[in-house]
């Protein structure tokens, strides 16, 4: 008997995409709106466009891909991944709010529910073409190119199965379509975590062999080249030795992220911190998605930006967040020698800060961001009040203020989305660093201990704080790497793995989604906290996503779900 393909894993015998065919045997007419297979496979520049396209996936929910398909992870859609941690929480929920209160479930996954069908149909998409690229007629050069950039993007989707759901089923090179027996057992089990990672860690040894150093020609920026693969080896690496992983060893990923630190291509880059999200040819882009005016997605301005100016409030930054930034002389608010005053607290704090979050009083667009009770305009007294954030902040960081916030259709929203970027690099080495050999050990092969490669986040030019001092502990090294990684990395998708991946979930998601009520009496304000969001849970079981109950239902039940689901 022959059962049908449980949904997304396989895909289907049609590839999703608009170069692709959709053919049945009983059909004689080839459809005219779609390029078909044969003809793929025939000219090795409509072959070169499908895999151009698998950088990218289909859309499977609402608000995914406003304009573009969705890439990889949630990048500037909507409801970032941020408001699934205790960086921000987004203004109008859409389906974020249950991540949030812990009420993940197989039945009902919120904006978490997309992952694994999206990665295994990316999988299908690129064992097709690894499967035929041999009979497209294009030169060994090209071949190998393409070979290698589809190696990275599997490895890439498996990633994400990976540190999203733990084991992940291993398709290998196949190929399975609407009439394959799909019977067998074995091709619903999934691996051990630890030989998920050592394959995609092997698919992208592979593929850093066929790519190459650089993207010469501009139009080609945006694709996988030899430093991606490593860069993206390097973080697998560093989550197979963390606490909630335990499958790797810390030398192994200091040694990945060495040969993206050995390749000199990459550096910091100078022109200033908040600078960098708008423009991403520079030396800190390791893989990046970079969007055109003819290629609109979320115009982050409008979608973020405070009610008064006609923003939508959008991913709202947490008190929680802004508590944890250091005052400017490397200090921490709870420091009672660090300064702070809690009647001025956004005065000589880490200037990433600035860069990253707008408070009361903050500079913007020629004007000042007034979150004030009672009459600020950018508060529930001001216009368009439905958009007003529930936590007092709004989010500055990727905001390019050229850019028109109302109206932005079509002359807004070009800025990169880096999904990695040399400065992860600096502090995934730091971290494995630290734990393989301590603070200032220089580890062989290398010229950088953990310090110095955060003090090269940390004083950067616009950033400018002070250098760690020599002789911390273990221990006092890895709270300041967390807290680099915290900053630095802010809104780029890392802090939801980053608190899963060291098993302190359970204290950060537990806390309150902390806002801030400002008060103004005659020209005097006063700061009081408030609970932006309330009902925020963590349990055990959410170190890792359920899997979706339809997935699992139209495996006939073989997949295994994960514990506690």
Known sequence: MKTTIFRNIFYTACIASALTACRKDFLTIQPTDRVSEGAILSDSLLFEDYVYGRYVGIRLQDKEGDGTNPGFGRGFEYAMWSSLT??????????????????????????????????????????????????????????????????????????????????????????????????????????????????????????????????????????????????????????????????????????????????????????????????????????????????????????????????????????????????????????GTSGYDAQNPYVNRDKRFYETILYNGAAYRGSTIETFLPGGKDSKDGPDNWNTSKTGYYLKKFMNDAYPLQNPWGNAGFQPWYYIRYAEILLNFAEAANEAYGADVVPPGSTLSARTAVNLVRQRAGVNMPALASGLSQTQMRDAIRYERRVELAFEEHRFYDVRRWKIAEVTENKPAGGITVTKTGSTYSYATKVALDGRKFESKHYWLPIPRAEIQASNNKIAQNSGY
């Open 86 to 335: 205790d960086e921000s929480i987004y203004n109008n929920d859409d389906n974020t709010w249950l991540v949030q209160r812990g009420l993940l479930a197989p039945e009902n996954t919120g904006i978490a529910g997309t992952i694994w069908g999206r990665s295994y149909r990316g999988i299908r998409d690129c064992n097709f073409a690894i499967s035929n690229i041999g009979k497209v007629p294009m030169s060994a050069a090209k071949r190998d190119r393409l070979t290698g950039e589809l190696k990275f993007i599997r490895a890439f989707r498996y990633h994400d199965i990976i540190r999203n759901y733990g084991a992940a089923i291993l398709m290998g090179d196949s190929v399975y379509n609407l009439n394959d027996n799909l019977q067998d057992e074995a091709l619903f089990k999934r691996a051990s975590l630890k030989e998920s990672i050592d394959y995609a860690v092997a698919q992208l040894d592979e593929a850093a062999a066929l790519l190459p150093l650089n993207n010469d020609d501009k139009w080609l920026l945006g694709r996988a080249t030899k430093g991606a693969a490593l860069a993206l080896k390097s973080r697998l690496l560093l989550y197979a030795a963390s606490p909630l992983y335990a499958t790797g060893t810390w030398q192994a990923a200091v040694t990945a992220a060495q040969a993206v630190i050995g390749l000199n291509k990459y550096s910091l880059y100078t022109g200033g911190y908040g600078n960098l999200f708008l423009n991403g040819d520079n030396s800190e882009a390791i893989f990046e998605r970079l969007y055109t005016k003819n290629a609109g997605h979320t115009h982050l301005e409008i979608a973020n930006g405070p009610n008064s100016y006609g923003g939508w409030g959008g991913n709202l930054p947490l008190q929680n967040l802004v508590d944890d930034y250091q005052m400017n002389n490397g200090k921490f608010i709870t420091d």
